[in-house]
């Protein structure tokens, strides 16, 4: 995703989305790493999705698509 930064999402160098098959298993590996949580892998009405903070200040959202 790409947008225009504001007060409440400040400009970082990078945000990313990327799908994946095992969210969980992404998001321990990304704090194994040395990533920090910012949201557990949870269950969403769209599939399951978390999101983590690396050291170099990028965010990222991973998730899975719900097979319905």
């Known amino acids: 995703m790409i ?3 504001t007060q409440a999402a400040p400009a970082r160098p990078c945000v990313l989305f990327v799908y994946t098959d095992d969210v969980d ?5 990304a704090l194994g790493a ?8 949870t269950d969403q009405a769209w599939g399951r999705g978390s999101a983590i903070h690396d050291p170099w200040d990028n965010r990222w959202w991973v998730a899975t698509r719900s097979a319905t």
């Not at 298993?25 to 590996?29: D, K």
């Open 25 to 29: 298993s992404v998001y321990r590996a």
């Open 3 to 5: 947008a225009q930064a």
């Open 34 to 41: 040395g990533a920090a949580s910012m949201l557990d892998p």
